[in-house]
């Protein structure tokens, strides 16, 4: 790398490490977070769809680790996603958006001594109420993520325009490509809206580089579209990260990693990566990313998206 992968370098979407979740016990949590410090990387603390006294439990648990600069923050991915569109979520923690869980799950940040520790949360904009929970995460401060959608063009635009308008900053594409409909040239689905919205500054785009989620030449292609400054690279790892192959968990479902690629044991979904930050770095460059690129999109464009978007 063009400077050396250290703290520098911020993680947004990263879910444990060394068989340890986030949010799981606070011992394991920091033990997740000092194996990917230790290799180069902050991160954010993401959690997977489940019920909302557990949701409240674990952001009661990683508050302490947002407080004391543990991590940088916390994501929530889920509970309000696609059901077609879920990935390695589980299927019965799916619910409705609702704007209740919002305020109860920001309070329980509040009560664990870090207020404004949700930075962002993943959600799918086309589903039922979802316009009402948008609104309430920009009134809590929450950076709305969209992703694990089916939306069509049309709602994923709106929704994309709506949150950099109310916010004044860009939304935030949850692994974009990944658990949504594919780019095509008759139906550009959220994809397309989601590239145009990164080219003209409404959007930030997650992309994981792990060789395994996005082909090669479609990270290029990104690259090239929108540049680094509209692009974060994320891990997506799992706390299957250090372990090897074998059978692992994330949430309530069994994961398969063969060859260091993780799948949901039931199904064969994609189930996160295996890879740290720092890897994904190596494999851009690797990839043909310029190096200069790859840092921008894994440091300085992360860092701006930590920030409360008011």
């Given amino acids: 790398m063009s400077e050396p992968a250290g703290p520098a370098c911020l993680d947004l979407h990263c879910h444990g490490a060394l068989g340890f979740e986030f949010g799981g016990d606070e011992a394991g949590s920091r033990k997740a977070a000092a ?6 990387a902050r991160v954010v603390a993401s959690l997977v769809s489940a019920p909302p006294p557990a949701l409240e439990r674990q952001v009661r648990t990683l508050a302490p680790l947002v407080a004391d600069g543990t991590v940088a923050g916390i994501h929530l991915e889920g509970p309000c996603l ?4 879920r990935g390695a979520h589980d299927a019965a923690a799916l619910i409705a ?10 309070g329980a940040a509040a009560d664990g ?3 404004g520790a949700i930075v962002h949360w993943t959600h799918a904009p086309e589903l039922p109420g979802a316009d009402a929970f948008a609104e309430a995460l920009v009134r809590l401060g929450i950076r709305p993520a969209l992703g694990h959608t089916a939306a069509d063009g049309a709602t994923m635009a709106r929704a994309i325009t709506t949150g950099a308008e109310a916010t004044g900053a860009p939304v935030l594409i949850t692994h974009l490509f ?6 095509h040239h008759r139906t550009g689905g959220p994809v397309a809206a989601a590239l145009s919205a990164a080219a003209r500054g409404d959007a930030v785009l997650e992309l994981i580089a792990d060789g395994v989620h996005v082909a090669p030449e479609v990270i290029r292609m990104v690259f090239d579209l929108v540049g680094p400054a509209a692009i974060a690279l994320v891990s997506d790892a799992t706390p299957a990260t250090g372990l090897g192959d074998g059978r692992h968990r994330l949430g309530e479902l069994d994961v398969d990693v063969h060859d260091g690629i993780a799948r949901v044991s039931d199904g064969g979904a994609i189930a996160g990566s295996t890879a740290t930050l ?3 770095m190596t494999r851009a460059v690797a990839m043909g990313i310029d190096r ?10 992360p860092a701006t998206l930590t920030v409360t978007p008011m």
Avoid: F, I, K, Q
Wanted: hydrophobic letters at 35%; charged letters at 25%.
């Fill in 82 to 85: 696609a059901p077609a569109r």
């Fill in 178 to 183: 990944n658990a949504m409909p594919p780019l």
């Fill in 278 to 280: 720092p890897d994904c």
């Fill in 35 to 40: 194996y990917h410090r230790e290799r180069g």
């Fill in 113 to 115: 001594g870090a207020p």
């Fill in 97 to 106: 958006p609702d704007p209740r869980l919002a305020d109860r799950l920001a």
């Fill in 292 to 301: 200069d690129a790859v840092w921008h999109s894994a440091s300085r464009t």
